[in-house]
C-alpha cells in the first residue's frame, strides 16, 4: 500500500456483560499494531474500537445486578473496557459506544433507508436462539449437552442450552445477496482472510442464505425500530453498524468517503457476521464492503478458548503487572501465528521475556550505548571503510525492513516481528565476532572500533524505529538516548534512513528489567 492512503481498521465492538481477558487484549493489540506501523509509513490511519451495550444478554446481566443496562454499560466502560486500552497501550484515535447518540441515529437512518428501499419486510420466526451469541443458530450450530446439560441441545461455542423462540419481527432480505457474495469472495480471494476462515465462510454462503430476524420485541434495551417502535434493532444488525456510524455515516459526507471502506479485525468466531450479513447490509444501503475482513484465531489456556464461565479468563493486568505492556504487546504477536489458535503460559512468556527481550534486544542497546559512552565519551563516532561484516549488517537492515513491511501488509504480524529480529540477533553476533572491547585496546584500530560502534549503533536506530509499533514506551525511552526528533515521525519503511543524534545518552535502567519467577497475580 503506497504511503498516504487511507487505512481505517476496526476492532470488534465488545460486550459490556463482563470484564476483558486477554483475548479481547489480543485483538486490540493486534489492531493497534497495524495502525502504527501504517500511520508511521505515512498512510492516512484511523483506529476504531468500542464497545456493544445493547440486547438481551447485557439486560439479563444488568438486572441480575440490580441496577440498569445503562448504568451497568457506563460502570463497565470507566471501569473496566476503556482502562484496558491504558494497560496495553492502545493509540485509538476513537471510541464509540453504541449507546451513543450518534451511534443510534445512524443506525435508525440506515434501517429507514433499506425500509424505504424495500430490503425490510415484517414476517414471523420461529428458531433456536443463544443468548450467549445473540444470535438463532442452524442445527450444525448445536450439539448435545454434557454434566448439568445432557439431553438438551446446546450452543457449540457457549456450551450453554439454546432457548425456542417465536416472534412477529421485521426481516432484511439477505437471501437476496447470496449470488452477489458468492460473486465477491471469488472476485477478491484476499477479501476473507486467513484462508480456512475464508473457505469456512463460503462454504455457508453456498448452503442458502435466509432472511435476516432484525429486530425483537420481547425485550426494550436496545435501538427502536424508526417506524415501529414497538420494536428494538437486533444487537448485531445495530453493532455491526457502529463502523459507519462513527465515521459520520448520512452527516458526515466528507469524513465518511475519507475513510471507509475498513479493514475488519476480529475473532473467528464473529467472522460471519462481518463477512456475510455485515457486506449484504452495505450492498444494500449501496455502499462499498470492507476493504479485509481478517478472522484471527483464539487464544487458548489450557488448550481452551479463553472464557470467564469456563474461568479460563485471564486479566491482561495480571501480566502487565509483571512484564510491563511492552512484553504483553511483543508476546502476543512474536508467539502465535496470527490467524491461528495460540496457547498462553506464563512459563513461556517468562521464558521469551528473559531471552528475547532482556538478554536480547535490552542488553543489545545497553552495550552499544555503554560502549559509545565509555570508549568515545558519548560521541557518536564516524565509521571509516567497511568491511563486508559491516556491510552484512546494513544489508540485513534494508532486508528486514522490507520483510517486515510486505508481512504488514498481509497481516501477517508475527512474520514480520520475526524478520525484524533477525536484525537483533545479526547485531548481538556482529558485536560478538568484532569484540570492539578488545579493539578499544590498541591505539592502532581506534578507527575500525570508531566503525564497529558506528555500524551498530545504526542497527539499533533501525531496529528502534521498526519496533516502535510493537513496543512503544521501550522504543521512545531508547530513542531519547540515540535519536533526534519524534520516533513516531520516522518512516517505517524506511526504517534505515534514521538521524542519530550527535552524542548518545546513557540508559538510566535497563529496557526489560531482570524479573525473578513470576507468578500469576491473585
Known amino acids: ?151 438438551e441441545q446446546v450452543c457449540a461455542i457457549h456450551s450453554k442450552p439454546v432457548e425456542l423462540l417465536k416472534e412477529s419481527n421485521y426481516f432484511f432480505r439477505m437471501s437476496d445477496f447470496e449470488q452477489r457474495l458468492l460473486d465477491l469472495y471469488e472476485s477478491q480471494p484476499d477479501f476473507v482472510q486467513p484462508e480456512n476462515v475464508r473457505n469456512e465462510i463460503v462454504q455457508f454462503v453456498k448452503q442458502g442464505l435466509r432472511d435476516l430476524s432484525i429486530s425483537r420485541q420481547t425485550f426494550d434495551w436496545g435501538v427502536k425500530v424508526p417506524w415501529d417502535e414497538e420494536h428494538v434493532v437486533y444487537v448485531w444488525f445495530d453493532a455491526l453498524l457502529n463502523y459507519v456510524t462513527a465515521i459520520g455515516y448520512g452527516v458526515d459526507d466528507e469524513q465518511f468517503d475519507r475513510r471507509w471502506p475498513a479493514v475488519q479485525l476480529v ?122 561484516a559491516d556491510l552484512a549488517v546494513r544489508e540485513t537492515e534494508l532486508r528486514v525492513t522490507a520483510a517486515a513491511d510486505a508481512a504488514m501488509d498481509r497481516f501477517a504480524i508475527n512474520e514480520a516481528l520475526s524478520s525484524i529480529w533477525e536484525l537483533v540477533d545479526v547485531l548481538n553476533g556482529y558485536i560478538t565476532e568484532q569484540e570492539p572491547w578488545a579493539l578499544a585496546k590498541k591505539d592502532d584500530q581506534r578507527e575500525r572500533l570508531a566503525t564497529v560502534l558506528a555500524t551498530a549503533l545504526r542497527g539499533l536506530g533501525t531496529l528502534t524505529v521498526l519496533l516502535s509499533p510493537f513496543m512503544p514506551t521501550a522504543t521512545r525511552t531508547l530513542w531519547e538516548a540515540i535519536g533526534q526528533g519524534e520516533l513516531t515521525s520516522q518512516p517505517v519503511d524506511r526504517a534505515a534512513e534514521w538521524s542519530s543524534a550527535p552524542t548518545v545518552q546513557p540508559l538510566a535502567a535497563g529496557l526489560f528489567p531482570r524479573i525473578e519467577q513470576p507468578e500469576p497475580a491473585a
Open 267 to 388: 475473532g473467528k468466531d464473529i467472522a460471519r457476521f462481518h463477512a456475510v450479513i455485515w457486506p449484504a447490509m452495505l450492498m444494500a444501503a449501496g455502499l462499498p464492503v470492507p476493504k479485509a475482513v481478517f478472522g484471527h484465531g483464539w487464544l487458548l489456556v489450557g488448550g481452551e478458548k479463553m472464557s470467564k464461565s469456563k474461568l479460563t479468563g485471564i486479566a491482561p493486568q495480571q501480566i502487565t503487572d509483571v512484564f510491563g505492556a511492552d512484553a504483553f504487546r511483543y508476546y502476543f504477536m512474536r508467539a502465535i501465528t496470527f490467524g491461528q489458535d495460540g496457547n498462553f503460559s506464563w512459563e513461556d512468556i517468562s521464558a521469551r521475556y528473559q531471552a528475547e527481550l532482556a538478554n536480547g534486544f535490552g542488553n543489545l542497546a545497553s552495550r552499544v550505548i555503554a560502549m559509545i559512552t565509555r570508549y568515545f565519551d558519548g560521541t557518536v563516532p564516524v565509521a571509516g571503510e567497511l568491511t563486508s
Open 1 to 151: 500500500m503506497p504511503a498516504g492512503d487511507s487505512f481505517f481498521i476496526a476492532t470488534p465492538i465488545f460486550y459490556v456483560n463482563d470484564v476483558p481477558h486477554i483475548g479481547h487484549a489480543y485483538t486490540e493489540v493486534a489492531a493497534d499494531v497495524l495502525a502504527r506501523w501504517h500511520r508511521q509509513r505515512g498512510d492516512d490511519t484511523w483506529l476504531l474500537t468500542g464497545t456493544d451495550e445493547h440486547g438481551q444478554k447485557i439486560l439479563r446481566t444488568a438486572t441480575s445486578h440490580d441496577v440498569t443496562p445503562q448504568a451497568w454499560a457506563d460502570k463497565l466502560v470507566t471501569e473496566s473496557w476503556k482502562p484496558l486500552l491504558e494497560t496495553v497501550d492502545i493509540s485509538n484515535d476513537d471510541f464509540i459506544r453504541t449507546t451513543d447518540e450518534r451511534h443510534e441515529k445512524g443506525v435508525q437512518r440506515f434501517l429507514q433507508k433499506l425500509h424505504d428501499d424495500g430490503y425490510i419486510y415484517q414476517g414471523e420466526f420461529e428458531g433456536f436462539y443463544c443468548v450467549g451469541c445473540e444470535e438463532y443458530k442452524q442445527p450444525g450450530d448445536l450439539v448435545d449437552g454434557t454434566g448439568a446439560f445432557e439431553g
